[in-house]
């Protein structure tokens, strides 16, 4: 896939954005294991942080 410069700006701007994301995801799970919150109630936080790393690993494998 060739990408254009206004492409190319879309998909890094999509690819900081999902990184942004999973820090601030992966911090927020840090922080309640701190506060000593139980595996199972961080079970739904866990399950959104994988879709944002299936979706950060499905756009970067539309740009190969």
């Given at each position: 896939?060739?990408?254009?410069?206004?492409?190319?700006?879309?998909h890094?701007?999509?690819?900081?954005?999902?990184?942004?994301?999973?820090?601030?995801r992966?911090?927020?799970?840090?922080?309640?294991?701190?506060?000593?919150?139980?595996?199972?109630?961080?079970?739904?936080?866990?399950?959104?942080?994988?879709?944002?790393?299936?979706?950060?690993?499905?756009?970067?494998?539309?740009?190969?």
């Amino acid at each position: 896939m060739e990408l254009t410069t206004s492409s190319r700006t879309q998909h890094q701007s999509t690819i900081d954005s999902l990184l942004a994301e999973l820090d601030e995801r992966r911090r927020q799970i840090y922080r309640l294991q701190a506060a000593g919150v139980q595996r199972a109630g961080m079970r739904g936080l866990k399950r959104d942080l994988q879709a944002v790393r299936d979706q950060l690993r499905d756009a970067v494998a539309d740009a190969i």
